[in-house]
């Protein structure tokens, strides 16, 4: 997965990139097809800002959050994102259909209306 980092009205850190670069890996066992992932840290007076872009299986996923710490602002940005990650990839699989139904043979039965016999 590729991410880039943007800093707006902030000191850009080494150790911010790393943050979220490690954090973001972690999803990938949530992603179907992880793409790229751009992160976005702006400051306005005491509020952090962290606006999170993911991009897979054609989707696009994004969520902002704000606190006084950037690197809680970052746990919740992925934790949400980490939610509509798993929700999307819940209506997939509902729309596909579970694996291994479809190749399963089911039973069928079908009731024969009888003629009244003549007395």
Do not use: W
Not at 36 to 45: M, T
Request: include cysteine.
């Amino acid at each position: 997965m590729h991410v880039t980092v943007t800093f707006r009205n902030a000191e850009p850190t080494e150790a911010l990139k790393q943050y979220a670069s490690q954090k973001l890996l972690k999803l990938k066992k949530v992603l179907i097809k992880p793409e790229e992932a751009h992160v976005i840290y702006s400051v306005e007076k005491f509020r952090h800002h962290v606006e999170l872009i993911v991009s897979a299986n054609g989707e696009r996923f994004v969520c902002n959050e704000e606190s006084k710490d950037m690197y809680e602002a970052v746990d919740l940005a992925l934790g949400r994102i980490e939610v509509q990650l798993r929700r999307y990839k819940e209506r997939v699989r509902q729309r596909k259909g579970e694996p291994g139904v479809a190749g399963q043979a089911q039973e069928v039965v079908y009731e024969e209306e009888m003629e009244p016999t003549p007395v």
